[in-house]
RNA sequence: GGAGAGGUGGCCGAGUGGUUUAAGGCGAUGGUCUUGAAAACCAUUGUACGGUUCUCCGUACCGCAGGUUCGAAUCCUGUCCUCUCCGCCA
């Protein structure tokens, strides 16, 4: 979410960098944030002047009434003036009444009852009164912060400005082709031919887009998942395990919800909904917390399942396993100061391509123009690693600061050192890589000639020393 | 899944409708005293939003959401979570 006192502040500077998005509906809806805004702010002090009022009166008469000093005859002609004053909406005069610090004027007198009576259904109606406004600023409370968490995210200065993902700048490749002689094969003949993936049971299981590893295919995948924690642990990470499932607050504090929710599987009966990627698990980790400044930079890593329903993607890639409802990610994740993040996503980018130079395959990196940024990043690169069988530049690693987006719809604060003052930490978040895409990267660069698959050197020792994955 | 007991500030813990404007304690921070430390004493103490603009003021928050009432931490309803016992299970 964005900060509504910047949107206040600098209307005219939040709109010239919406307009780098590539999104008008986010744009259209700055100009209706900014009336409701206007009108909560007046509508909410003048509200809050009449509660306090109301609080003052009742608490003066609460105490009027007990008194144990006072003849009843007193009580009765104050409460009698209180609530004259009180209709005449003089709040002071009667607020004076009750508490005793104006004498009575001469020649009040009055029934107890009727005059407490009296006084009450005042204060009711003042009541009902405060009521009705408080329901009117809730209103437009609830209708300001919905179309806030509609909003995406600004782009950092230093991202280039194009409109669309066909601009993404590429880096160099980088690591080497490996010689092949002879005509790759894209891993959806490798697979099958060795037994290691069978698409077949997989959608007999549960439909297109669904897959089984077998032998091989599913060793390999563990030893993928145990390098890259191993690798993240090395870089200071701390492991995570979390619950695959989760309340849906998260999908909003991770930005998810509102805008992508049909991109996520929800569980039947319970407003819970499965993992698209750990981020949003961990993004919401310290959810309603304040952080000490000592302890940041927080550096976590999770390895989890990520399911995701690819419905904006029907009819695209689908051949093989790159894009599936299922699959496994390691996932880096930084909470950091402001004054720190763009410093830490240039490290964590640059961990994500070191696991693919361990892996020796070649890749790339990208930078994200303004138009291709998404809803939650302010700037992100994107790592791909070739893959001659299918041709193709493999997306296996994105990462992102969200800046202070995800940790204010979260309600996640800190401490800066030595004040009491809370301030909003930057989140960093960063594949460290994603399975099936790395797997097929590996089975199209280290394909041979018959059909076997060398296993990249560092994958070895968690594969009992084995060093080729064969038909046999 | 069944039965019972609970949920109050950073922590412990009082609080059965209006002197509670959440007592008291612990912790933390600042100060006094001290060569230094401890002890003692004094002061301060959360979050969000709004107003004001660097200092205050106001409103809300006692798990959460509704309700009753002039007024709710307190009464009512629902819900979530925790603990104990039983059942089931890896």
Redesign the pocket.
Known sequence: MLD??LI?EKPDWVKAQMEKLNDDAALQRIDRILEL?GQ???R??R???A?????????A???L?????MPDAEKAARAKGAGAAVSASDYDKARDLLDGSIALEIGDDADFNASFGE???E??L???KI?DG?DRV?AI?KELRELMLWLPNLPHPSVPVFAGEEHNLAGEMRGALREIDFEPKPHWELGPALGIIDFERGVKLAGSRYYVLKGWGARLQRALISFFLDQARANGYSELYTPYIVHSEMLYGSAQFPKFQDTVYGVAEEDKYLLPTAEVAITNLHRDE?LEEADLPLNYVAHTPCFRSEKASAGRDVRGIKRVHQFEKVEMYKFTTPETSYAELEIMTQQAEDICALLEIPYRRLEIVTGDLGFSAAKKYDIEMWSPGCAEWLEVSSCSNTEAFQARRA?L?Y?PSGS???RYPHTLNGSGLATPRVMIAIMENYQRADGSIVIPEVLRSYLGGADVIDAG
């Open positions: 509504i006192a206040r805004d909560r702010r007046t909410r002090t509200i809050e002047t509660q306090a009022a109301r609080n003052k009166l009742n608490r008469m609460g105490k009434r007990g008194d144990k000093t006084l009450i259904k204060l009711r003042m009541g009902d009521a408080f809730e409370e304040i309600m604060r401490y009491r003052k809370t």
